[in-house]
């Protein structure tokens, strides 16, 4: 094998680069302290920055054998670190490494992980000259399957209650990828792009449509972010599809609605006395109101002071 190390690479919405030890903040806050990300991990969440730093520091020391291969995953919108990739357990004999991953709980279900490792996967075939490339999940953890298969990686069989991890002793699912299927993983790195990146999810037309309707003139820059915005919009609908609805009632409405108003009840009307004591005015048993719109008032030379607001003819059709 031609070894060269942790190799700094790009894909569409990731840099990919050995982790330095001013990466330890960004990683302890963003997935090393999280027990979620590290579930199915054998390695516990960081209980303080500093144990994170102590780790990066041996990782950095690492960097110097040829055969290390410890990607940090660095978020190329906000240049933070969100996760790392690594090809460990190298053997010169049989030319083989076994691949792992973790990512930021901020991040997951957008397909960086594919992403990345379809990147690392083609890496490691072509220029580092990797025979076969070995993977492994939880079996209680599919979504890991899914992006391994997604990579080119064929499922291999299961291990029962071999492995042990935060979550316990579990069975074991084994993946692996020989140099000979490096098209399907070059073909898993376009459909990572394609089918998950944010951006490719929407096309500039839809996004001039939109500010069209909108009235919106967008810069570039602008464009850009709606597309993202977007695309991780119909990114989590589709993820909302793969929900098990199974026995469950659909309805309309999330809350179950009720009639706050009073039922209308027909009476007969024998409370008219009563109701007329209200009326400003009154005539042959009816409410008088002003009428809605009347002619400009004539000339007169009575005093201002002494019209009356409601003149007789003044008055609509009497209602009640």
């Not at 025979?131 to 899914?146: L, Y």
């Not at 391994?148 to 071999?162: D, I, P, V």
């Amino acid at each position: 094998m031609n070894h060269q190390g942790t190799k700094r690479m790009e894909t569409e919405r990731l840099i990919l680069r050995p982790f330095t030890e001013k990466d330890a903040c960004g990683m302890y806050e963003n997935w090393a302290s999280d027990p979620e990300v590290v579930r199915y991990l054998p390695w516990p969440a960081h209980d303080s920055v500093e144990t994170t730093r102590q780790l990066l520091e041996e990782w950095v020391r690492e960097y110097r054998q040829p055969d290390r291969y410890v990607w940090c995953l660095e978020d190329k919108e906000s240049g933070e670190p969100i996760g790392s990739l690594g090809a460990l357990e190298v053997d010169h004999k049989v030319q083989s490494v076994k691949a792992g991953y973790c990512l930021s709980r901020r991040f997951w279900y957008q397909g960086l992980v594919a992403e990345a490792l379809s990147t690392v996967v083609v890496y490691l075939l072509e220029e580092v000259g990797v025979e076969r490339i070995e993977a492994r999940h939880d079996a209680r953890n599919p979504r890991s399957g899914a992006v391994l298969k997604k990579c080119g990686f064929q499922y291999e069989g299961t291990c029962r209650r071999a492995g042990w991890n935060n979550s316990g002793i579990y069975d074991v699912c084994l993946y692996g990828l020989i140099k000979k299927e490096k098209e399907q993983a070059e073909e898993g790195l376009r459909q990572a792009v394609d089918t998950h990146c944010p951006q490719s999810l929407i096309s500039d037309k839809t996004i001039e449509y939109v500010g069209n309707l909108a009235q919106l003139e967008l810069s570039f820059q602008e464009k850009e972010q709606a597309k993202k915005d977007m695309g991780r919009m119909l990114h989590y609908f589709d993820k909302l599809k793969e929900v098990n609805t199974e026995g469950v009632s659909p309805m309309s409405h999330l809350c179950s609605k009720q009639n706050v108003f009073r039922q209308d009840v027909v009476t007969d009307g024998s409370a008219k006395e009563e109701i007329l004591k209200n009326a400003p005015l009154e005539k042959n048993g009816f409410f008088q109101v002003p009428k809605t719109i009347e002619a400009p008032p004539e000339a007169s030379d009575e005093p201002e002071e002494k019209k009356s607001p409601l003149r007789e003819d003044a008055l609509q059709e009497d209602i009640l």
